[in-house]
């Protein structure tokens, strides 16, 4: 059973900075896509950053347009969890923020060019979830 625990969320002023994480269990697989997506309120689900991990260590990020540049997707190895760190923080990043990890047994098929699709995103790979974790910007 995948659980994902998301921590970090708050309220800052524009230009602040954040730094989101999941802990992450139940989740083990030789390859793994694990990430982040977010949702505002009347918006679908996007995908923000995603991280693509191999072998030794290897991995590949990736981020939505919006917040290259600000935000950081990383992993620990030891304990598999992710993290973002979210800077130059904006009014518009204001939404619920979810950790995500994707079952597939050919992650690069599954997660490459998600954060590209923006809120039409599509997987073959079995999503789960975290509760989220609100983040509030104000201008």
């Known amino acids: 059973q995948v659980r994902l625990v998301e921590s970090g969320g708050g309220s800052v002023e524009a230009g602040g900075s954040l730094r989101l994480s999941c802990a992450a269990s139940?989740?083990?697989?030789?390859?793994?896509?694990m990430g982040w997506f977010r949702q505002a309120r009347g918006t679908e689900r996007e995908p923000v950053a995603i991280?693509?991990?191999?072998?030794?260590?290897?991995?590949?990020?990736s981020y939505a347009d919006s917040v290259k540049g600000r935000f950081t997707i990383s992993q620990d190895n030891a304990n598999g969890s992710v993290y973002l760190q979210m800077n130059s923080l904006k009014p518009d990043d204001t939404a619920m923020y979810y950790c995500?990890?994707?079952?597939?047994?050919?992650?690069?098929?599954?997660?490459?060019?998600?954060?590209?699709?923006?809120?039409?995103?599509?997987?073959?790979?079995?999503?789960?979830w975290g509760q989220g974790t609100q983040v509030t910007v104000s201008s």
């Open positions: 991280l693509i991990s191999g072998l030794a260590g290897s991995t590949t990020p």
């Open positions: 995500a990890a994707v079952a597939s047994r050919d992650v690069w098929s599954s997660c490459s060019g998600l954060t590209s699709q923006g809120s039409a995103w599509r997987t073959s790979g079995r999503v789960y």
């Open positions: 139940g989740y083990s697989a030789s390859h793994k896509c």
